[in-house]
Antibody
Framework: EVQLLESGGGLVQPGGSLRLSCAAS????????MSWVRQAPGKGLEWVSG????????YYADSVKGRFTISRDNAKNTLYLQMNSLRGEDTAVYYC?????????????WGQGTLVTVSS | DIQVTQSPSSLSASVGDRVTITCRAS??????FNWYQQKPGKAPKLLIY???SLQGGVPSRFSGSGSGADFTLTISSLQPEDFATYYC?????????FGGGTKVQIK
Protein backbone atom coordinates (compact mmCIF):
# COMPACT_ATOMS: atom_id res chain seq x y z
CA GLU A 1 0.00 0.00 0.00
CA VAL A 2 1.36 3.39 -1.01
CA GLN A 3 1.84 5.73 1.93
CA LEU A 4 3.09 9.30 1.97
CA LEU A 5 3.54 10.88 5.38
CA GLU A 6 4.34 14.58 5.56
CA SER A 7 5.82 16.27 8.59
CA GLY A 8 7.48 19.54 9.54
CA GLY A 9 4.60 21.97 9.25
CA GLY A 10 3.74 24.52 11.91
CA LEU A 11 3.55 28.19 12.80
CA VAL A 12 6.43 30.39 11.62
CA GLN A 13 6.96 34.14 11.54
CA PRO A 14 7.24 36.03 8.25
CA GLY A 15 10.80 35.79 6.97
CA GLY A 16 11.35 32.52 8.77
CA SER A 17 12.21 29.06 7.49
CA LEU A 18 10.71 25.61 7.68
CA ARG A 19 11.67 22.21 6.27
CA LEU A 20 8.97 19.77 5.24
CA SER A 21 9.60 16.04 4.88
CA CYS A 22 7.60 13.34 3.16
CA ALA A 23 8.34 9.73 4.06
CA ALA A 24 7.30 7.34 1.31
CA SER A 25 6.57 3.63 1.43
CA UNK A 26 4.78 0.94 -0.52
CA UNK A 27 6.35 1.67 -3.89
CA UNK A 28 9.76 2.02 -5.51
CA UNK A 29 10.45 5.63 -4.55
CA UNK A 30 13.48 6.01 -6.80
CA UNK A 31 11.40 5.20 -9.91
CA UNK A 32 8.90 8.04 -9.62
CA UNK A 33 8.95 11.80 -9.91
CA MET A 34 7.56 13.59 -6.85
CA SER A 35 5.98 16.98 -6.28
CA TRP A 36 4.72 19.32 -3.61
CA VAL A 37 1.26 20.84 -4.08
CA ARG A 38 -0.28 23.37 -1.71
CA GLN A 39 -3.75 24.62 -0.89
CA ALA A 40 -4.35 27.91 0.88
CA PRO A 41 -7.33 27.95 3.28
CA GLY A 42 -10.56 27.84 1.27
CA LYS A 43 -8.71 28.03 -2.04
CA GLY A 44 -7.78 25.74 -4.91
CA LEU A 45 -4.73 23.61 -5.60
CA GLU A 46 -1.36 25.13 -6.54
CA TRP A 47 1.60 23.06 -7.73
CA VAL A 48 4.74 24.24 -5.91
CA SER A 49 7.68 22.18 -7.08
CA GLY A 50 8.61 18.86 -8.68
CA UNK A 51 11.70 16.66 -8.88
CA UNK A 52 12.49 13.82 -11.26
CA UNK A 53 13.11 10.27 -10.06
CA UNK A 54 16.88 10.71 -10.07
CA UNK A 55 16.80 14.26 -8.75
CA UNK A 56 18.42 15.57 -11.93
CA UNK A 57 15.46 17.69 -13.04
CA UNK A 58 13.75 20.19 -10.76
CA TYR A 59 11.03 22.76 -11.40
CA TYR A 60 9.46 25.49 -9.26
CA ALA A 61 6.39 27.69 -9.44
CA ASP A 62 7.32 31.33 -9.99
CA SER A 63 5.72 32.17 -6.64
CA VAL A 64 8.37 30.20 -4.72
CA LYS A 65 11.40 30.30 -7.03
CA GLY A 66 14.51 31.46 -5.18
CA ARG A 67 12.93 30.85 -1.77
CA PHE A 68 12.02 27.14 -1.76
CA THR A 69 14.29 24.16 -2.50
CA ILE A 70 13.03 20.67 -3.27
CA SER A 71 15.24 17.64 -2.78
CA ARG A 72 14.99 13.91 -2.34
CA ASP A 73 16.99 11.14 -0.70
CA ASN A 74 16.28 7.93 -2.57
CA ALA A 75 18.21 5.90 0.00
CA LYS A 76 15.84 7.12 2.72
CA ASN A 77 12.70 7.17 0.54
CA THR A 78 12.12 10.75 1.60
CA LEU A 79 11.15 13.97 -0.21
CA TYR A 80 11.97 17.39 1.26
CA LEU A 81 10.94 21.00 0.81
CA GLN A 82 13.15 23.67 2.36
CA MET A 83 11.15 26.87 2.65
CA ASN A 84 12.98 30.15 3.34
CA SER A 85 11.88 33.79 3.45
CA LEU A 86 8.33 32.69 4.20
CA ARG A 87 5.45 35.09 3.53
CA GLY A 88 1.84 35.23 4.63
CA GLU A 89 0.72 34.03 1.22
CA ASP A 90 2.66 30.79 1.78
CA THR A 91 0.13 29.80 4.44
CA ALA A 92 -1.41 26.56 3.18
CA VAL A 93 -1.73 22.83 3.57
CA TYR A 94 1.26 21.32 1.77
CA TYR A 95 0.73 17.95 0.11
CA CYS A 96 3.41 15.56 -1.02
CA UNK A 97 2.32 13.85 -4.25
CA UNK A 98 3.67 10.82 -6.08
CA UNK A 99 3.67 11.12 -9.84
CA UNK A 100 2.54 8.16 -11.92
CA UNK A 101 5.80 8.08 -13.84
CA UNK A 102 7.78 11.18 -14.77
CA UNK A 103 7.41 14.92 -14.16
CA UNK A 104 4.76 15.12 -16.92
CA UNK A 105 2.42 12.56 -15.42
CA UNK A 106 -0.52 12.77 -13.04
CA UNK A 107 -0.39 12.75 -9.24
CA UNK A 108 -1.69 9.28 -8.41
CA UNK A 109 -1.18 9.30 -4.66
CA TRP A 110 -1.19 12.14 -2.15
CA GLY A 111 -0.18 12.46 1.48
CA GLN A 112 -2.59 13.73 4.11
CA GLY A 113 -0.96 17.17 4.08
CA THR A 114 0.84 19.30 6.63
CA LEU A 115 -0.31 22.81 7.56
CA VAL A 116 2.11 25.71 7.32
CA THR A 117 0.98 28.95 8.92
CA VAL A 118 3.04 32.10 8.38
CA SER A 119 2.04 34.76 10.86
CA SER A 120 3.49 37.08 13.47
CA ASP B 1 2.67 29.37 -18.25
CA ILE B 2 -0.40 27.43 -19.42
CA GLN B 3 -3.64 28.70 -17.91
CA VAL B 4 -6.49 26.28 -17.22
CA THR B 5 -10.05 27.62 -17.08
CA GLN B 6 -12.62 25.36 -15.42
CA SER B 7 -16.39 25.74 -15.56
CA PRO B 8 -18.74 25.94 -13.87
CA SER B 9 -17.27 26.97 -10.53
CA SER B 10 -20.19 25.30 -8.80
CA LEU B 11 -23.29 23.34 -9.68
CA SER B 12 -26.27 21.82 -7.95
CA ALA B 13 -27.46 18.39 -8.99
CA SER B 14 -29.57 15.51 -7.78
CA VAL B 15 -28.66 11.89 -7.23
CA GLY B 16 -28.90 10.12 -10.57
CA ASP B 17 -28.19 13.22 -12.66
CA ARG B 18 -25.62 13.29 -15.43
CA VAL B 19 -23.00 15.92 -14.62
CA THR B 20 -20.47 17.50 -16.98
CA ILE B 21 -17.52 19.70 -16.04
CA THR B 22 -15.34 21.33 -18.65
CA CYS B 23 -11.82 22.73 -18.74
CA ARG B 24 -9.97 24.70 -21.36
CA ALA B 25 -6.21 25.13 -21.52
CA SER B 26 -4.66 28.28 -22.95
CA UNK B 27 -2.74 26.16 -25.48
CA UNK B 28 -2.69 22.55 -26.60
CA UNK B 29 -1.64 20.09 -23.93
CA UNK B 30 -2.22 17.11 -26.23
CA UNK B 31 -3.64 14.56 -23.76
CA UNK B 32 -1.55 15.50 -20.71
CA PHE B 33 -4.67 16.26 -18.72
CA ASN B 34 -5.95 14.88 -15.41
CA TRP B 35 -8.97 15.09 -13.11
CA TYR B 36 -9.12 14.93 -9.30
CA GLN B 37 -11.84 14.75 -6.66
CA GLN B 38 -11.43 16.39 -3.27
CA LYS B 39 -13.71 16.07 -0.26
CA PRO B 40 -13.56 18.52 2.67
CA GLY B 41 -10.52 18.04 4.88
CA LYS B 42 -9.10 15.32 2.64
CA ALA B 43 -6.32 15.09 0.07
CA PRO B 44 -7.27 15.10 -3.61
CA LYS B 45 -7.82 11.75 -5.31
CA LEU B 46 -6.91 10.99 -8.92
CA LEU B 47 -9.92 10.04 -11.04
CA ILE B 48 -8.81 10.32 -14.67
CA TYR B 49 -5.33 10.56 -16.17
CA UNK B 50 -4.11 11.15 -19.71
CA UNK B 51 -7.46 12.75 -20.56
CA UNK B 52 -9.53 9.56 -20.60
CA SER B 53 -7.87 6.75 -18.63
CA LEU B 54 -9.72 5.69 -15.48
CA GLN B 55 -7.50 5.40 -12.40
CA GLY B 56 -7.68 2.01 -10.70
CA GLY B 57 -10.50 1.67 -8.19
CA VAL B 58 -12.48 4.61 -9.58
CA PRO B 59 -16.11 3.78 -10.48
CA SER B 60 -16.90 3.53 -14.18
CA ARG B 61 -19.54 6.25 -13.91
CA PHE B 62 -16.62 8.69 -14.14
CA SER B 63 -15.25 9.32 -17.62
CA GLY B 64 -12.99 11.84 -19.28
CA SER B 65 -12.74 13.02 -22.85
CA GLY B 66 -10.98 15.59 -24.99
CA SER B 67 -7.62 16.42 -26.46
CA GLY B 68 -5.69 19.50 -27.43
CA ALA B 69 -7.10 22.31 -25.30
CA ASP B 70 -10.64 21.22 -24.42
CA PHE B 71 -11.49 18.53 -21.90
CA THR B 72 -14.58 17.18 -20.16
CA LEU B 73 -15.26 15.14 -17.03
CA THR B 74 -18.60 13.36 -16.99
CA ILE B 75 -20.31 11.62 -14.10
CA SER B 76 -22.98 9.48 -15.75
CA SER B 77 -25.23 9.03 -12.71
CA LEU B 78 -24.37 11.13 -9.68
CA GLN B 79 -24.14 9.21 -6.41
CA PRO B 80 -24.30 10.60 -2.84
CA GLU B 81 -20.57 10.03 -2.36
CA ASP B 82 -19.78 12.14 -5.46
CA PHE B 83 -20.65 15.44 -3.83
CA ALA B 84 -17.22 17.04 -3.69
CA THR B 85 -14.96 19.53 -5.44
CA TYR B 86 -13.40 18.52 -8.74
CA TYR B 87 -10.15 19.89 -10.19
CA CYS B 88 -8.62 19.54 -13.62
CA UNK B 89 -4.87 19.81 -14.23
CA UNK B 90 -2.47 19.99 -17.14
CA UNK B 91 0.80 18.08 -16.83
CA UNK B 92 2.10 18.94 -20.32
CA UNK B 93 4.54 21.55 -19.10
CA UNK B 94 6.00 22.88 -15.89
CA UNK B 95 4.71 24.77 -14.00
CA UNK B 96 1.84 22.33 -13.94
CA UNK B 97 -1.41 24.17 -13.44
CA PHE B 98 -4.83 23.37 -12.01
CA GLY B 99 -8.25 24.68 -12.87
CA GLY B 100 -10.06 26.69 -10.22
CA GLY B 101 -12.30 23.81 -9.16
CA THR B 102 -15.97 22.87 -9.47
CA LYS B 103 -17.97 22.33 -6.32
CA VAL B 104 -20.75 19.79 -6.89
CA GLN B 105 -23.53 20.34 -4.37
CA ILE B 106 -26.78 18.62 -3.57
CA LYS B 107 -29.85 20.14 -5.20
Amino acid sequence: EVQLLESGGGLVQPGGSLRLSCAASGFTFSSHAMSWVRQAPGKGLEWVSGVSDSGDYIYYADSVKGRFTISRDNAKNTLYLQMNSLRGEDTAVYYCAKQKTDLYSSFDFWGQGTLVTVSS
Amino acid sequence: DIQVTQSPSSLSASVGDRVTITCRASQSVVRYFNWYQQKPGKAPKLLIYAASSLQGGVPSRFSGSGSGADFTLTISSLQPEDFATYYCQQSYSNPQTFGGGTKVQIK
